[in-house]
């Protein structure tokens, strides 16, 4: 756990005062969180770039003479895997050679300042967290194993290797998450960094909060219907963390004192 709060957390704690009261309104009649991976929990290609995969994409598709000239400025080897217009034969080189680059940027991965107190706050409060994502699920895997952080984690719903369409914002992966937790879509929430995630959850009939983690994310997750948006995962710690139980049974979130 003590890798997880390695970076200083040196930006915005005021920023998104305007919809804490939707945060703790939300959270209020959340039963359980659906998490992002590469944002809310770490930046997968942090220490190892996403440009070294994608260089490598590159240059398969050019030894197969695949002609897709749009592709070659992306940075972003997902993006690549979710192109139309590629050979099957073709996709799964190219999803092999991007589960290992995953794969290797988990061991680089940099966890996301307020991650380890949110994941805490949420067992502490017995909400479930399952995390959902398009990327490999044996990269997620390697890196809950690296920052041991397994038990945090209820299950996890990854990129299906053999069908990308399923990817985000395909409400897919959303779908099985809340199947395989039992409860109402509405009981659930989505916590991610693209307006990807706002578009899956909602499809699926599930609560998004944005967690804007970079300058314009905020209007761009608010602009895609984020039910509340968040500058850091310090500010869910804080509400989650200071929920009260009432008698009933039921938690409730009063809006944190964020200064
Ligand atoms: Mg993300």
Not at 83 to 94: A, C, E, F, K, T
Not at 133 to 151: C, K
């Amino acid at each position: 756990m003590a890798e997880l709060s390695a970076k200083p957390d040196r930006k915005r704690h005021t920023a998104c005062d305007c919809t804490r009261r939707n945060l703790c309104e939300i959270l209020e009649h959340t039963r359980a969180v659906l998490l992002d991976f590469d944002g809310p929990i770490c930046a997968v290609f942090g220490g190892y770039p996403s440009t070294n995969t994608a260089d490598r994409l590159r240059q398969e598709l050019k030894s197969l003479g695949v002609p897709i000239p749009g592709l070659f400025p992306t940075r972003d080897p997902l993006a690549v895997l979710g192109m139309d217009g590629i050979p099957d034969s073709v996709r799964r080189n190219l999803e092999s050679l991007v589960q290992a680059g995953e794969m290797r940027a988990a061991e680089f991965a940099v966890p996301t300042t307020g991650t380890d107190e949110f994941l805490s706050a949420c067992q502490r409060r017995g909400l479930p967290v399952v995390i959902v994502t398009n990327n490999s699920p044996g990269a997620v895997q390697r890196y809950l194993d690296r920052l041991n952080i397994q038990e945090l984690v209820k299950a996890v719903f990854a990129r299906d290797p053999g069908d990308p369409s399923r990817m985000k914002p395909d409400p897919y992966l959303v779908d099985q998450a809340v199947g395989y937790l039992g409860l109402p879509a509405g009981a659930c929430v989505l916590i991610g960094d693209s307006s990807t995630d706002v578009a899956a959850a909602h499809a699926a009939g599930v609560r998004s909060i944005g967690y804007a983690n970079k300058p314009g994310k905020r209007d761009r997750l608010q602009a895609a219907g984020a039910d509340a948006v968040v500058c850091t995962m310090g500010e869910l710690a804080a509400a989650v963390a200071g929920a009260v139980r009432h008698r009933s049974g039921s938690w409730d979130y009063p809006a944190p004192s964020l200064r």
